[in-house]
């Protein structure tokens, strides 16, 4: 029979994350799967190839700009942790860079007995000291979302004794000055709120205490976040203050001179501030200045006569059917829009001369195209990276009002592609939606293991990109491989992601099983050849599909996943998803639910096809519990489920390439013996 909300939930003990009781039983089962799956030269060739990929000397570095340099963080098998190190754009496009190493995080962690992981830097980039001099770099034990931030002088290489330094928490620094900073983090109750990220922003001066820090601003419990961001390109000085209502829903503030001002667009509207100009990009039919643009356009206004109540906005984007805005990017004058044409990228550059708005568009004969930096501080550099899902990566540079974009690296391919095509289909959804997919696979081969994978939320789009993982893991091996673009993603702009939200959630559910259906019909694959893939919000859709349409599958891998809609929210950061989700403590929300809650609705009597399921105990965004507990539950029903549970490696599921190495080779080994019958 179907679980119900009424009985008492017999593994609430496994949420304990480390509990010696829930920690023996992760053990159990991470030594019956390696007992089961990695006992064979197969795996151990497979997880040795995948780290040689991950390690290889060969592969692109890609860099960031960060003053007149450009940083790359490096691992590889000496340096598993990484080597933060720079060199000037010039000396990267030779063959072999000079780099200079900045910080190597192996030997800090042994120096300092931490498992350091590398979670980003925040360089200072207004006054006297801006652009390669001071930063504050955050590293987590064991790849948790919760960090440690420490200030660090990139000319002695060395953090500072006495610099900006906080404990570990899910904390936010942004630079004033280098005297002050922005900050937010855990300093006790009422500091944070219910999601577990920061309730305040303080100016916090350098040589004071942090608990003495002036508050310019506090949200409310219930708030996701609240953050202030220095805006480096105003002329003096400026920052946004974000109060994060939901998942979607945002106050914005322009704080200058003190003085905190409200910036008056839709509370669900994205809005960017760079030097004179507020770009707006609306996700609800907005109704401005005598005119309604349609959701998904892209507005832009000059920043003080807005704020003044001007409303003269100029449309840079309107979607169309078949065409929406992935994201922008600015350099230091222009701006760069990313477009998905049928989850086709497409990029155009523009530029204000002369009281207008001029545009290039850049051609996507490279495949999939994507903005990796730009150097909006100083000029109108921009570096491209394109690639496909048989198409190796390239990294382009190019200036804005030059010439064509030209090639700074080429990445190498890992897996013979020769036969290998990707093709673009639509199935057709419940409700009469048509679906897009992409199959990767040599179209004559027949049906064979087949691998589909899947998201579906948060506005996310799933786009071709080169996978040299899935490439040797499973493409290699003769596989095919296919994505989903079901609703609830941002391929087809913010009504797509709509269209899946809260009680309409089931249309992402349905869009992907019409696509496992299209895939059997059209003779791609069988359904006992047909295994699924996905992880997060995409594990709970593989939670569903185990649970509502097992049916359809022959294996299914389900990673750091969401499962218990029950009890999602009151788990790490579940509460900042109730606007994706529903409140389960609404009877009105719970009611829709209930209905596909993957924990609450495992039923007896009902095959089911073997299941993978992976989480990491230090995952502090997707509570391990609910992996924990979904596997306990498919166990007492006596269902085929196999259980890994890396002790390490945050929401990622892996640290390190090492890890990350073993926990694919897990999943194609799991895979490829259900779906193909190869012991």
Same mark, same amino acid.
């Given at each position: 029979?179907?679980?119900?909300?009424?009985?008492?939930?017999?593994? @609430?003990?496994?949420?304990? #994350?480390?509990?010696?009781?829930?920690?023996?039983?992760?053990?159990?089962?991470?030594?019956?799967?390696?007992?089961?799956?990695?006992?064979?030269?197969?795996?151990?060739?497979?997880?040795?190839?995948?780290?040689?990929?991950?390690?290889?000397?060969?592969?692109?570095?890609?860099?960031?700009?960060?003053?007149?340099?450009?940083?790359?963080?490096?691992?590889?098998?000496?340096?598993?942790?990484?080597?933060?190190?720079?060199?000037?754009?010039? !000396?990267?496009?030779?063959?072999?860079?000079?780099?200079?190493?900045?910080?190597?995080?192996?030997?800090?962690?042994?120096?300092?007995?931490?498992?350091?992981?590398?979670?980003?830097?925040?360089?200072?980039?207004?006054?006297?000291?801006?652009?390669?001099?001071?930063?504050?770099? *955050?590293?987590?034990?064991?790849?948790?979302?919760?960090?440690?931030?420490?200030?660090?002088?990139?000319?002695?290489?060395?953090?500072?004794?006495?610099?900006?330094?906080?404990?570990?928490?899910?904390?936010?620094?942004?630079?004033?000055?280098?005297?002050?900073?922005?900050?937010?983090? !855990?300093?006790?109750?009422?500091?944070?709120?219910?999601?577990?990220?920061?309730?305040? #922003?303080?100016?916090?001066?350098?040589?004071?205490?942090?608990?003495?820090?002036?508050?310019?601003?506090?949200?409310?419990?219930?708030?996701?976040?609240?953050?202030?961001?220095?805006?480096?390109?105003?002329?003096?000085?400026?920052?946004?203050?974000?109060?994060?209502?939901?998942?979607?829903?945002?106050?914005?503030?322009?704080?200058?001179?003190?003085?905190?001002?409200?910036?008056?667009?839709?509370?669900?509207?994205?809005?960017?501030?760079?030097?004179?100009? @507020?770009?707006?990009?609306?996700?609800?039919?907005?109704?401005?200045?005598?005119?309604?643009?349609?959701?998904?356009?892209?507005?832009?206004?000059?920043?003080?006569?807005?704020?003044?109540?001007?409303?003269?906005?100029?449309?840079?984007?309107?979607?169309?059917?078949?065409?929406?805005?992935?994201?922008?990017?600015?350099?230091?004058?222009?701006?760069?829009?990313?477009?998905?044409?049928?989850?086709?990228?497409?990029?155009? @550059?523009?530029?204000?001369?002369?009281?207008?708005?001029?545009?290039?568009?850049?051609?996507?004969?490279?495949?999939?195209?994507?903005?990796?930096?730009?150097?909006?501080?100083?000029?109108?550099?921009?570096?491209?990276?394109?690639?496909?899902?048989?198409?190796?990566?390239?990294?382009?540079?190019?200036?804005?009002?030059?010439?064509?974009?030209?090639?700074?690296?080429?990445?190498? *391919?890992?897996?013979?592609? !020769?036969?290998?095509?990707?093709?673009?289909?639509?199935?057709?959804?419940?409700?009469?939606?048509?679906? /897009?997919?992409?199959?990767?696979?040599?179209?004559?081969?027949?049906?064979?293991?087949?691998?589909?994978?899947?998201?579906?939320?948060?506005?996310?789009?799933?786009?071709?990109?080169?996978?040299?993982?899935?490439?040797?893991?499973?493409?290699?091996?003769?596989?095919?491989?296919?994505?989903?673009?079901?609703?609830?993603?941002?391929?087809?702009?913010?009504?797509?992601?709509?269209?899946?939200?809260?009680?309409?959630?089931?249309?992402?559910?349905?869009?992907?099983?019409?696509?496992?259906?299209?895939?059997?019909?059209?003779?791609?694959?069988?359904?006992?050849?047909?295994?699924?893939?996905?992880?997060?919000?995409?594990?709970?859709?593989?939670?569903?599909?185990?649970?509502?349409?097992?049916? @359809?599958?022959?294996?299914?891998?389900?990673?750091?996943?969401?499962?218990?809609?029950?009890?999602?929210?009151?788990?790490?950061?579940?509460?900042?998803?109730?606007?994706?989700?529903?409140?389960?403590?609404?009877?009105?929300?719970?009611?829709?639910?209930?209905?596909?809650? /993957?924990?609450?609705? #495992?039923?007896?009597?009902?095959?089911?096809?073997?299941?993978?399921?992976?989480?990491?105990?230090?995952?502090?965004?997707?509570?391990?519990?609910?992996?924990?507990?979904?596997?306990?539950?498919?166990?007492?029903?006596?269902?085929?489920?196999?259980?890994?549970?890396?002790?390490?490696?945050?929401?990622?599921?892996?640290?390190?390439?090492?890890?990350?190495?073993?926990?694919?080779?897990?999943?194609?080994?799991?895979?490829?013996?259900?779906?193909?019958?190869?012991?």
């Amino acid at each position: 029979m179907t679980e119900t909300i009424t009985r008492e939930d017999a593994y @609430l003990w496994l949420e304990d #994350v480390e509990g010696e009781r829930a920690l023996a039983w992760v053990r159990e089962r991470n030594a019956e799967t390696a007992a089961a799956l990695t006992g064979n030269d197969r795996f151990t060739e497979l997880c040795d190839g995948l780290r040689a990929v991950l390690d290889a000397d060969d592969r692109i570095p890609m860099i960031a700009w960060h003053g007149e340099r450009v940083y790359n963080l490096w691992k590889d098998a000496e340096h598993p942790r990484g080597l933060w190190r720079r060199t000037t754009l010039e !000396d990267y496009r030779s063959p072999e860079p000079a780099w200079q190493t900045v910080l190597d995080l192996d030997a800090l962690a042994t120096a300092e007995g931490e498992n350091w992981v590398w979670q980003g830097v925040t360089f200072l980039r207004t006054g006297p000291l801006a652009g390669e001099r001071r930063c504050l770099i *955050a590293l987590s034990r064991g790849g948790a979302d919760a960090s440690v931030v420490r200030e660090f002088d990139v000319d002695t290489r060395s953090f500072l004794a006495d610099g900006f330094t906080l404990p570990e928490a899910k904390s936010d620094v942004s630079w004033i000055d280098e005297d002050r900073i922005f900050v937010g983090t !855990d300093l006790g109750p009422g500091t944070m709120t219910s999601s577990g990220y920061p309730r305040q #922003v303080r100016v916090w001066r350098r040589g004071t205490a942090l608990a003495d820090a002036p508050v310019i601003f506090t949200g409310t419990e219930s708030d996701v976040s609240v953050r202030a961001s220095t805006d480096p390109s105003a002329e003096g000085e400026r920052a946004i203050v974000r109060r994060s209502l939901d998942f979607f829903h945002a106050e914005r503030h322009v704080y200058a001179g003190g003085e905190l001002t409200r910036i008056d667009v839709p509370d669900d509207a994205g809005v960017d501030v760079h030097r004179e100009w @507020l770009l707006i990009r609306i996700r609800t039919d907005w109704h401005v200045g005598g005119t309604t643009h349609p959701a998904g356009t892209l507005l832009i206004a000059r920043l003080e006569e807005y704020l003044a109540g001007g409303r003269d906005l100029t449309v840079l984007f309107s979607p169309d059917p078949h065409t929406s805005l992935s994201y922008t990017d600015w350099t230091r004058t222009g701006l760069i829009l990313v477009l998905l044409a049928d989850v086709r990228s497409r990029l155009e @550059l523009l530029r204000y001369d002369g009281g207008e708005w001029h545009r290039t568009v850049l051609g996507s004969e490279l495949g999939q195209t994507d903005v990796w930096d730009t150097n909006a501080d100083a000029d109108e550099q921009y570096l491209l990276q394109s690639s496909g899902f048989t198409l190796p990566p390239t990294l382009r540079h190019g200036v804005l009002g030059g010439g064509a974009p030209q090639t700074l690296k080429q990445g190498p *391919a890992y897996f013979a592609a !020769d036969g290998i095509t990707t093709r673009q289909f639509f199935a057709t959804s419940a409700d009469g939606t048509q679906v /897009p997919y992409f199959v990767v696979s040599r179209p004559d081969a027949g049906p064979g293991p087949t691998l589909l994978s899947g998201y579906g939320g948060f506005e996310v789009s799933r786009v071709p990109a080169y996978n040299p993982i899935i490439g040797l893991g499973w493409l290699a091996r003769g596989g095919t491989y296919v994505v989903a673009n079901i609703r609830g993603g941002g391929e087809y702009g913010p009504a797509w992601h709509r269209s899946a939200l809260r009680e309409k959630r089931p249309r992402a559910y349905e869009d992907f099983a019409a696509v496992a259906a299209d895939l059997v019909e059209r003779g791609i694959t069988t359904r006992d050849q047909l295994g699924i893939e996905g992880g997060s919000n995409g594990g709970l859709l593989m939670g569903v599909m185990l649970t509502r349409y097992p049916d @359809l599958f022959g294996a299914i891998v389900c990673a750091v996943p969401l499962l218990d809609m029950r009890r999602y929210h009151l788990l790490l950061a579940g509460a900042s998803w109730m606007a994706e989700y529903g409140d389960p403590d609404n009877p009105d929300d719970w009611a829709y639910l209930s209905l596909f809650s /993957p924990y609450q609705n #495992v039923r007896d009597g009902v095959p089911y096809p073997p299941t993978l399921i992976t989480t990491s105990t230090r995952d502090d965004r997707v509570h391990p519990g609910h992996a924990r507990k979904m596997v306990a539950r498919l166990r007492e029903h006596g269902k085929d489920v196999t259980y890994y549970e890396n002790i390490e490696g945050g929401h990622g599921g892996a640290a390190d390439n090492a890890q990350l190495a073993y926990k694919w080779a897990l999943a194609f080994e799991f895979l490829w013996r259900t779906l193909s019958g190869d012991r």
